[in-house]
């Protein structure tokens, strides 16, 4: 048996500014990190080593404790405290080590295949720099929120609902949140639904994996516009679907398409109001066509409505789901434009006949979302301070539109055209002459500009070169700074 050396420690110096318990936990951690206390050996008792380093007993207890609790020590009955013969930074090590080399022999994992060749474009999402958030793309006018208010609303649902903690809910979701739903897009989206067809959900993201879990198998068929929504896209593919692409023209997704090369699809995904990220709409008679199609061949359609608060000078366009007189759409809208990216609740309208199999399929998700932002939710919509921030900040992204329009149009002119819309919180830019959209990405990149490249979200290399510019998350002058910034820059090429 190893046994500490009793003279060591009347010779640990304990460090100034810390309590004595603290203190002593340091010294002695470091001292078997350094292998001055090895593996195996044997500390004094508490008593015998208060007296050897004057200190109060207590103080050593508590250091002790402590790294009994972090494993550096181990005790044995009717024997002692000893060091432990592998301690928590080896382990840590040791983790390192395994997690290494199961990164350097991924093949060998028995995973979802289709999981895995997403992968590489995962990497390559993940692997830019996430910090730049100056043009971002998909980001609301998060300086206009309430934050203040919102706290309130938070305190007040957790003064008010602490007794409900704890006991069951509704996997679709806090009941008065949903029936404040359902009249709010009633109202404002002409959508043809009951509280009993609202789903609460963590984010469109969810939505759509959500349709895919309760609709889809392996070998299915999605359509899908081109470019769309990579979020989409990917999700299908993780479920091993195959997506086929949709081009758009001036009345928007090319429904007649689909009817003639694509009868096999399950189900058509479609932004109908703000298609993304190009931002067309879908005409009314393409829209007639699609419902009745599906109608008559038992489709499926996702309706994403991400987008619909955010029109400058004209009324929102009525949705699809709206127009469905025979429930074969599936409709999803979000609150985190509108609000902030990180507030993660969204919505789904399911046909009647669904409402099981989505409830379902959002229990074995993750049971239910998060209960005090519901009850929040449902009081900053039932007091009017929803309905107030929407006009205040459509009022500001139109000005931030105007402003990013005007300042591309004179600082940019000679490498960008601008994509007109009047909708959205991004805007489309195309490239010319022999700018390429990673020259110019990498230009933006030099000064701190986070755009992206439209073929993100493409499948196919057929389209035009063009970048995304999101706007509403800065002031009119932030944005002719930076625009100003990179025109600088260009020019000293």
């Not at 009047?422 to 022999?434: A, F, P, Q, R, T």
Request: proline share 4%.
């Amino acid at each position: 048996m190893k046994t500490a050396s009793s003279a060591y420690f009347p010779h640990l110096i304990l460090p100034k500014g810390q309590q004595i318990k603290e203190g002593l936990y340091c010294v002695l951690r470091d001292a078997i990190l350094a292998g001055h206390l090895p593996s195996g050996a044997k500390l004094p008792s508490s008593r015998a080593l208060a007296e050897m380093m004057s200190i109060s007993r207590n103080s050593v207890l508590a250091a002790l404790e402590r790294l009994l609790d972090e494993g550096y020590l181990v005790t044995k009955p009717s024997s002692g405290t000893y060091v432990a013969d592998v301690i928590p930074d080896q382990l840590i090590q040791i983790q390192n080590d395994i997690h290494h080399a199961v990164h350097q022999s991924m093949q060998t994992l028995n995973i979802n295949p289709h999981i895995g060749s997403l992968l590489p474009h995962w990497h390559k999402q993940n692997l830019s720099n996430q910090e730049k958030k100056i043009f971002h793309v998909g980001v609301g006018c998060v300086d206009l929120f309430p934050h203040q208010l919102w706290g309130k609303l938070l305190g007040r649902a957790w003064r008010q609902s602490y007794y409900q903690l704890g006991q069951f809910h509704d996997p679709r979701g806090y009941l008065p949140l949903r029936q404040t739903i359902c009249q709010y897009v009633q109202s404002t989206r002409g959508l043809n639904c009951t509280e009993q067809q609202i789903l609460i959900v963590n984010g469109t993201q969810q939505a759509i994996h959500l349709a895919a879990y309760a609709l889809l198998e392996p070998r299915d068929q999605v359509c899908l516009d081109e470019p769309g929504y990579d979020a989409a896209l990917n999700i299908f593919r993780s479920f091993g679907v195959t997506v086929q692409p949709i081009e758009s023209d001036n009345e928007g997704m090319k429904i007649p398409d689909i009817i003639q090369h694509y009868a096999d699809s399950k189900l058509i995904y479609t932004a109908p109001s703000h298609q993304f990220p190009l931002g067309g709409t879908l005409s009314l008679a393409r829209r007639l066509a699609l419902l009745d199609w599906a109608t008559q061949q038992q489709k499926w359609i996702f309706e994403d409505d991400y987008n619909s608060e955010f029109r400058y000078g004209t009324h929102p366009i009525q949705a699809l789901q709206g127009l469905d007189q025979q429930q074969r759409v599936i409709y999803s809208g979000t609150f985190s434009k509108m609000m902030f990216p990180e507030f993660r609740l969204g919505f789904m309208v399911v046909p009647e006949a669904l409402i099981d199999v989505f409830s379902l399929a959002k229990y074995y998700t993750d049971t239910r979302s998060s209960y005090l932002e519901q009850v929040a939710l449902a009081t900053f919509i039932q007091e009017g301070h929803y309905a107030r921030h929407v006009r205040k900040v459509r009022k500001a992204c139109y000005e931030r539109l105007k402003a990013l329009i005007s300042a591309i149009e004179y600082f940019l002119s000679d490498v960008l055209t601008v994509e007109p819309t009047d909708s959205g919180i991004h805007l489309v830019c195309w490239l010319k002459g022999n700018w390429t959209e990673k020259n110019f990405i990498d230009e933006c990149t030099k000064v701190g500009l986070s755009v992206q490249p439209l073929s993100r979200y493409c499948q196919s290399s057929s389209q035009k070169a063009a970048v995304l510019i999101g706007y509403a998350a800065h002031s009119v002058n932030e944005i002719k700074e930076n625009i100003e910034r990179l025109a600088n820059s260009i020019k000293r090429i």
